[in-house]
């Protein structure tokens, strides 16, 4: 589905009656099965986005809209990858992926099928029965993306998944994530402050200004889907983002 | 420790302290009597009882105190004060409230455990993992997913920690309470051997009260544990 964020702002209030501004008048679109990258600064409000892309919270001024209709959590999916996977440790990989389709209302007899589909296409289909400590760091993300897709979203919301491990970890988790990427039906928000990874990953790039955050500059990739992270596309595009960022 | 215990025997006369032997022969004589088993009987039921009660009020105390700050501010101090009030005050106290009744040894056992156990629930709930939490949030998973799921694992562990507590409490509640005031159960036999300068018994009754708290410990806490943390043991092996 079609993600709409029209002038969207944001802000907290902090003690003594002052607003904190994080959001200001943020508006972007995303194609429906769309990739869009959100790279901005740490701390400049991209978590408030997922937040608001969730439904957690309200947002002060603008709309957002899902398939035409005005974002509601009891009518569309979201599914959400947090920065650390935040799976149940006492249950079972399957058990995790479990736990999502029964909070959607999934019948039981579709669990077999559907975890076994998510789990294969993120790789982890003989790993079903292993508890969530069992695997490495990377492989539990890849885990909670599983979670994420089995209750079939209507958008995806990942937030900085590979920030916490190490270089090398992290590029075998996106090289992977590029693998199946074709294959996820979902519209995706993919939050980073990553400029390569956004090069790598995304077809549209949205560079978000230091708090409060506005959308600076967005760039579409045209380089396909395919591509390798050493593409000179790649290095190019990451080069501008990160000129955009303010950064160089 | 039996060698420890028999070294040091013979060194003073068997008035002040007998040899393993020695007790170990008067340990099998009362086990057979059946008296025995009656008084342990009684008193494994008091401890239970006064735990059940005081494990019960707890939990509903500190996960509320972990979850309200309203809860907090209102419970907080009295759990502080409850804590710092030795055992044998409430013994005494409880002896001259209930006099020689049932009573006395549940409700010593109840305020001498409870403060302690409620301050386990406390913490334990206060540490629950708020990611998590956010995470079923956003999920949209029920409430009552969220416990059985959610929360509930992550207290058993406090759970079982607490009955361990409790039930080490209990046993020093309940034996000081039979001393003070009651005609049954393992605390009056050994005020009683006390009484008749049996040193042999005394200690008999001691070390026989001492076997079964192992023989519990190693029976059902152990196993319990060991079934409830399976997915973190996985790790290790």
């Known amino acids: ?37 959100l790279v901005g600064p740490s701390g400049c409000g991209k978590s408030t986005i997922l937040n608001l892309l969730a439904g957690l919270i309200p947002p002060d001024g603008g709309v957002i809209r899902i398939g035409g209709r005005e974002l509601d959590r009891r009518s569309h999916r979201i599914g959400y990858v947090f920065q650390r996977p935040r799976l149940l440790n006492w249950r079972t990989v ?33 790993f079903a029965d292993e508890y969530p400590l069992t695997l490495s760091g990377g492989m539990q993300q890849r885990v909670a993306i599983a979670r994420a897709l089995a209750i079939a979203p209507d958008v995806l919301l ?22 199946f990427r074709d294959q996820i039906e979902a519209t995706v928000v993919f939050v980073t402050h990553n400029a390569l990874e956004a090069a790598y990953l995304a077809d549209r790039v949205y560079v978000l200004s230091a708090r409060p955050a506005r959308i600076t500059t967005e760039f579409t990739i045209e380089a396909p889907r395919t591509r390798e992270i050493d593409d000179p596309y790649v290095i190019d595009t990451q080069r501008a983002v990160l000129k955009a960022l303010g950064v160089e | 420790m039996l060698v420890l215990w028999a070294m040091i025997a013979a060194f003073l006369p068997p008035t ?25 009987r009684v008193t494994v039921q008091r401890v239970v009882a006064g735990f059940v009660l005081a494990f019960v009020v707890s939990v509903a105390a500190g996960t509320l105190m972990g979850a309200r ?68 949030r956003v999920f949209r998973v029920p409430w009552s997913s969220v416990m059985r799921d959610v929360v509930l694992p992550q207290l058993l562990p406090l759970c079982l920690a607490g009955v361990r507590m409790g039930f080490a409490l209990g046993w020093k509640v309940v034996v000081l309470s039979e001393m003070f005031g009651l005609s049954s159960g393992v605390g009056s036999m050994i005020n009683r051997s006390f009484s008749a300068s049996s040193m042999d018994d005394v200690l008999a009754w001691t070390v026989g009260f001492t076997l079964v708290m192992f023989v519990f410990e190693y029976a059902v806490m152990l196993p319990a544990e060991r ?9 290790r092996a």
Request: aromatic content about 10%.
């Open chain 1, 1 to 37: 589905m079609r993600l709409e964020v029209l002038d969207v702002s944001k802000g907290f209030r902090r003690g003594a009656g002052r607003l904190l501004p994080v959001l200001d008048h943020v508006t972007f679109r995303v194609e429906p099965r769309g990739f869009a990258c």
């Open chain 1, 158 to 179: 990942i937030d900085e998944p590979f920030s916490h491990l190490d270089e090398l970890t992290a590029r075998t988790q996106r090289r992977e994530l590029r693998r």
């Open chain 2, 16 to 40: 002040l302290l007998p040899g393993p032997a020695v007790v170990g022969v008067r340990l099998a004589e009362l086990m057979g009597t059946g008296d025995f088993w009656l008084h342990l």
């Open chain 1, 94 to 126: 399957r058990q995790n992926v479990e736990f999502a389709l029964r909070a959607d209302g999934v019948p039981a007899d579709e669990w077999r099928v559907r975890v076994y589909d998510v789990l294969a296409l993120v790789g982890l289909e003989q």
């Open chain 2, 227 to 235: 079934r409830l943390v399976r997915w973190r043991q996985v790790v």
């Open chain 2, 69 to 136: 700050r309203l809860a907090e501010g209102v419970f907080e101090p009295w759990v502080l004060v409850g804590l710092t009030i030795p055992g044998l005050c409430w013994v005494v106290l409880a002896v001259m409230w209930f006099g020689i009744t049932e009573m006395t040894p549940v409700f010593a056992i109840f305020v001498v455990v409870l403060p302690m156990l409620t301050l386990n629930m406390w913490q334990g709930t206060k540490g629950l993992d708020r990611d998590l939490l956010e995470m079923a």
